[in-house]
């Protein structure tokens, strides 16, 4: 009989870099829609920001600014369990199991790893290979069952399926739940404004890529206005978007932002140019934005409050977490003390 498994949410955001607007739609937005639907449990993986090189004396402040967008965009610490992923060393602990339950082949076939390293993958961290093992422990450690993500975390939630089935399998228990990759609304892959087929990132090279969480006015429309396009209007149809990337994400950022869809756009400014799009796009953004922006702003001038929340969440959730991390030792069995 398998178990049946109460409903949980779980996911984070690497403090690697200022939030982008492809963190805000991608997962933000939409943690802060499931909150309140199921128990929900939001972390700042600061643990997978050190994957690659981040200055220590940057680091804890990174970590704060991605607390003070989750709180901003209305993430609420007594309904939500928020806390940074290093103040609860269970997930470094259940990540070394799952490093020896994930098989290295699994690992040869992430793309993001390709991605981040590059040619130069002899000289990545073994943590940013291995990460995916960590993130896996980061969702069984609750036993979550739902993940809201970008497309872009797709393929690590389906690897966190392997890793639960398989440790399931090995030691014939159902203790891991098979979780869920939650990916939905029209911008779960937000793309960078100069090149739509690269994905907007925090750690893209030039800030004119990405519009951030704490843009001003200004700038948001600059970066709008500076987007690439291509010459063409806006079509009658979605179909007309088919092979115009850049164009396709505007209207898509446009309909998330909106609660919207791209449909919808579409029938709205069907035969508009950019001249008329972009500026009403930048509008959009800046009522959307600046409000969080302005109140992150806020939030960050109370570095001691900020820290006190996620200290708060992280006594919640060792409280959950240490339950299972004591039964998946006695499962493997490691010795511990009673
Ligand atoms: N462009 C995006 N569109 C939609 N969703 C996105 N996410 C990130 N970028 C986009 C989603 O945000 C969540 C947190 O991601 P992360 O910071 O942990 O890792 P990432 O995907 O590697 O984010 P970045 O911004 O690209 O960071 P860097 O440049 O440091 O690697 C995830 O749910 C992700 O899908």
Request: charged share 25%; aromatic share 8%; glycine share 8%.
């Amino acid at each position: 009989m398998t178990q049946a498994f109460t409903p949980r949410v779980f996911s984070g955001i690497k403090p690697s870099g200022g939030l982008t607007l492809g963190n805000y739609l991608g997962a933000i937005k939409r943690f802060v829609g499931m909150q309140g639907q199921m128990e929900t449990i939001y972390c700042v993986v600061d643990m997978h920001a050190i994957t690659v090189w981040q200055d220590p004396s940057e680091l804890a402040n990174a970590t704060r600014e991605v607390a003070a967008g989750y709180l901003a965009a209305g993430l609420d610490p007594a309904t939500s369990i928020l806390f940074n992923q290093s103040q609860v060393s269970a997930h470094a602990e259940l990540g070394w199991i799952f490093n020896c339950v994930a098989r290295v082949g699994w690992m040869n076939r992430m793309t993001q790893f390709k991605d981040k390293a590059g040619s130069s993958a002899e000289k990545a961290s073994l943590g940013l290979y291995a990460y995916p093992a960590l993130m896996a422990a980061d969702i069984l450690l609750y036993h979550a069952t739902h993940v809201p993500v970008g497309e872009d975390q797709k393929q690590h939630v389906e690897l966190t399926r392997d890793i639960a089935a398989k440790f399931n399998h090995d030691f014939k228990v159902d203790f891991f739940p098979r979780t869920e990759p939650v990916i939905d609304g029209p911008a779960t892959r937000v793309m960078n404004l100069r090149d739509g087929t690269k994905k907007m990132s925090k750690s893209g090279e030039s800030d004119m890529e990405r519009i951030n969480m704490t843009d001003g006015a200004d700038l948001i429309a600059k970066k709008f206005k500076k987007a690439k396009t291509d010459p063409e209007p806006l079509p009658e149809t979605l179909e007309g978007l088919k092979d115009r990337a850049e164009a396709r994400n505007l209207v898509d950022i446009y309909a998330s932002l909106s609660d919207s869809t791209p449909e919808a756009v579409i029938a709205e400014y069907a035969g508009a140019g950019w001249g008329r799009f972009k500026p009403a796009l930048a509008d959009l953004a800046v009522e959307k934005l600046a409000p969080m922006g302005d109140e992150m702003a806020r939030l960050m001038a109370d570095p001691a409050e900020i820290d006190r929340v996620l200290a708060e969440g992280s006594e919640k959730a060792r409280a959950l977490a240490a339950p299972i991390l004591a039964q998946t030792y006695d499962i493997v069995g490691l010795l511990r003390g009673r």
